[in-house]
């Protein structure tokens, strides 16, 4: 069965056809000189894409990722459902409709921080973004979405998935850690998990964002004196978020702290920051980063599994 993808996913697409036992398709994609984007379904991927389900592998970041998602959800509904028109008039025009079985599988989820509207007249973006991106397929996988409440009631069946274990498999076996920290509540599930994987101790800090560069924690006494400390979040952003929270947990003794995220974003000189705040940082291939020691391909394929038997 065949795993695609475009310009942003490619090896990330190749591990989790690894995973699945199937194989990966990468689609023609390419930029015209003005940067509008190309996908094209090749010709020797028409008669694979149409005899079986097919997962589509699309980090929908930056913004030129999300049209890239569109255009090849576009391109493989058109191949399943048998609309082969086109302008030269090559190979047969129609063809029988292939039925369901698109997913698509968004290793991270551009715009699901703004899921509320938190002023009046804002957009709620995650929102969106999931209506547009679900308008093509039968069902999608999202790879440690912010905020899943945000996609509760699409047409199609979501599958979240989590990389939180495969995180505590790599931060046991090179960090070792005797404490995991949540930087914030939003985490704490995720965060949890990992200390109950490692079999740690845990807690949890509460932040207040002032604005996108800036972040406060409510002071808290945490028992860490001579601790290895994993701070474990979803994403890593400007670090601002990590680095208060690693110089809390160094005012309260901290041996070592480490930090850990699926979504290594990274902006903004954030890998510089960090550097001066902890001993390490791990995150996921989600998307392409210079901290990519963990593969997101194991937890998308644990939903791909679940659609599967939810949905055909
Ligand atoms: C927000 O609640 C997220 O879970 C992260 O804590 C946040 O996005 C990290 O951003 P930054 O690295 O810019 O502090």
New binding site residues.
Partial sequence: MPVVSGSNAFELAEALAGELGWEHHPLEVRRFPDSEGYVRVPQESIEAIRSNPVVIVATTFPDSGIVEALLMMESIYDVRSGDMRNLKGEGEQQLEDAGPGIFLAIPYFGYS?QDKRFQQGEVVSAKLLARLLTRRCDGMVVLDL?APAVLEDLDVPVSFVSSMPEIAIHLQDQVQPDFVLS??K??IERASHVAQAIGCKFSYLE?T?ID??T?EHKAKDLDVDGAIVAIV????????????ASDALRRQGAKAVHAA?THG?F?GG?ITRLANHVDGVHATDSLPNPRSVVSGAPAIARGVKDLIQRVL
């Fill in positions: 921080r912010h930087p914030d939003g985490a932040k964002r996108a560069h972040i979040d979803d994403m890593i952003s400007t670090g601002g978020t990590i680095c208060k995220c974003l902006t954030a």
